[in-house]
C-alpha cells in the first residue's frame, strides 16, 4: 500500500449535486434576508409577507443542513442500522445493488471471514459525486477488504447471478432511481431470485418502501416494512426473508 494511500480516508462521495444544494441554501438565506428587510416596512400585508419569507429561507437552510449531515454522518449511521439487522457469520455471499462508492458493500465486507461482498451499479454520475468503479476500489483499499470485495456493471432489473445466489442482498436509495413502475418491480423480482433459501434482503429508499414490500410477498418473502426514519431525510426500510 503507499504512502498516500495509508495517510488518506475513504470518501463515500455527495449524494447527488453539490451546486444544487448550493443554490438551495443561497436562496434559502437571500430569502430570510429579504424577509428581515421587509418586515422593517409598515403595514400588515408587508409583515405577513416578510414573515412567509424568512420561515421560507429557514425552511430550505434546514433542508440543506440536515442534506449535508446525512451525506457526512447520517448514511454511515443508515449503513449501521441496515447491517445490524443481519444475523452475521462470516461466510455470507453478499450483494449490494447500487453499491456508489461503496458503502454498504464494504460495511458488510467488514463483518466477513471467508464470505464475499460483491457490488453493482450501472455508475450514473447524477446519483452521486464522482461515482466510478475506481473510487469504489480506492474505498476497498483504503478500509482493508479489498480482498473480500467484487464490483460488477451490471442493472438490477436483468442481474446476470443465477438463482439462489447470495445470502444477503443489501440496497440504498437505489430502486426508486429506475422511473417506472413495472422497472422498480421486475428490480424487486430480480432481488428475489438471486436470494438464496433463508436468505435477507434488507433495501433502504426514499419512497415505494411499502410497494416493494407487497412485490417481495407476493414472491413469497417474509416481508417487514420499517417506518421511514430521520437520519438527515427521510427513509423506509423493507426486509425481506426468503422461505
Request: glycine fraction near 10%; aromatic fraction near 8%.
Amino acid at each position: 500500500m503507499t504512502k498516500s494511500i495509508l495517510k488518506s480516508k475513504p470518501d463515500y462521495g455527495f449524494d447527488g449535486s453539490p451546486f444544487a444544494v448550493a443554490i438551495v441554501c443561497i436562496a434559502g438565506a437571500v430569502c430570510f434576508g429579504g424577509g428581515v428587510a421587509l418586515i422593517a416596512f409598515p403595514g400588515f400585508i408587508l409583515k405577513i409577507a416578510a414573515i412567509v419569507l424568512m420561515l421560507c429561507g429557514l425552511l430550505m437552510v434546514f433542508v440543506c443542513g440536515a442534506y449535508l449531515y446525512y451525506v457526512k454522518l447520517g448514511k454511515l449511521h443508515r449503513r449501521d442500522r441496515m447491517l445490524s439487522m443481519i444475523d452475521w457469520k462470516g461466510n455470507e455471499k453478499v450483494l449490494d445493488i447500487g453499491t456508489g462508492r461503496g458503502l454498504l458493500m464494504i460495511g458488510a465486507a467488514k463483518k466477513l471471514t471467508f464470505g464475499k461482498s460483491i457490488g453493482i451499479d450501472i455508475w450514473d454520475p447524477d446519483d452521486m459525486q464522482g461515482n466510478t468503479y475506481q473510487n469504489t476500489m480506492r474505498n476497498a483499499e483504503l478500509e482493508g477488504v479489498l480482498e473480500k470485495v467484487e464490483v460488477r456493471n451490471e442493472d438490477v432489473r436483468s442481474m446476470s447471478f443465477p438463482d439462489d445466489t447470495f445470502d444477503v442482498v443489501l440496497s440504498n436509495l437505489c430502486i426508486h432511481n429506475i422511473p417506472t413502475i413495472d422497472g422498480r418491480e421486475k428490480a424487486c423480482r430480480e432481488i428475489a431470485r438471486v436470494l438464496k433459501p433463508n436468505g435477507t434482503a434488507i433495501i433502504a429508499d426514499k419512497s415505494h418502501t411499502k410497494k416493494y414490500g407487497e412485490i417481495f410477498a407476493l414472491e413469497g418473502l417474509i416481508v417487514e416494512v420499517f417506518r421511514p426514519s430521520f437520519d438527515g431525510s427521510l427513509r423506509g426500510i423493507v426486509k425481506a426473508v426468503k422461505k
